[in-house]
């Protein structure tokens, strides 16, 4: 079984573009929301046992520095689409400890637990290259690939069958929800309230998320 430490990879979008499906419901708590969602997401990557460091791609100075306080890298973002960032984060986890495997983690899991990502990543660390489906299993919210093997994200839109057509190991795991419980509607948002919001979105959603 491979043990290693990961570098985990979390792109943070800039608040102008950030979680605004949600804008609905948390009005003038949306920017907010969108950084209190990041900061629970990689608080519990940096708690997880599996990870050892994580690295945060953004051009947005608000998280960026939210982030960096929490214990984050930070790296610009160079703004050509969400795989790009997760290239440019790619490059920096490969300076840092290349002998490290490496996964790229949605940002938008506010009810992540680390004792499930590490399942997620005990289980990726017996493939070359894997990915973790969203929720609904269409999308992804975990790709990963082992040291020395090609880093190839695919994410957007209906990602799942563009990583299963690129031979990644699918990971649909039962005992993972809050690594593939993303959230971008309010109809997400309380889902991931009911497995239990980490201490920053749960700050932000009291004050629109009614009961």
Same mark, same amino acid.
């Given at each position: ?25 948390? %009005? ?12 629970? $997401? ?41 795989? $790009?960032? *997760?290239?440019? %984060? ?47 299993? $269409?999308?992804?919210? *975990? ?13 957007? %839109? ?7 057509? %690129? ?21 997400? *948002? ?22």
């Amino acid at each position: 079984m491979h043990r290693a430490r990961w570098s985990m990879i979390i792109p943070v979008k800039t608040l102008l573009r950030a979680k605004t499906r949600l804008a609905g419901a948390a %009005g003038a708590h949306r920017e907010d929301l969108a950084v209190a969602v990041a900061a629970d $997401t990689a608080s519990a990557a940096l708690a997880c046992p599996l990870v050892a460091r994580v690295i945060v791609v953004t051009a947005d100075p608000i998280p960026a520095a939210r982030l960096a306080d929490l214990g984050a890298v930070v790296v610009a973002d160079p703004d050509r689409g969400l795989n $790009t960032a *997760l290239r440019a %984060g790619f490059a920096e986890a490969v300076r840092l400890s290349p002998g490290d495997p490496v996964a790229a983690l949605q940002a938008d899991l506010p009810a992540l637990r680390p004792a499930e990502l590490a399942r997620a990543l005990t289980a990726a660390g017996e493939f070359d290259e894997s990915f973790v489906p969203d929720a609904p299993g $269409t999308g992804t919210t *975990l790709y990963a690939t082992l040291a020395g093997i090609p880093f190839t994200p695919r994410f957007g %839109g209906e990602s799942r069958a563009r990583h299963l057509a %690129g031979g990644a190991k699918e990971l649909a795991l039962d005992d993972i929800p809050t690594v593939r419980r993303d959230v971008d509607t309010v109809e997400d *948002l309380r889902t991931a309230t009911a497995l239990g919001l980490g201490p920053h979105t749960a700050a932000v959603a009291a004050k629109f998320l009614g009961s």
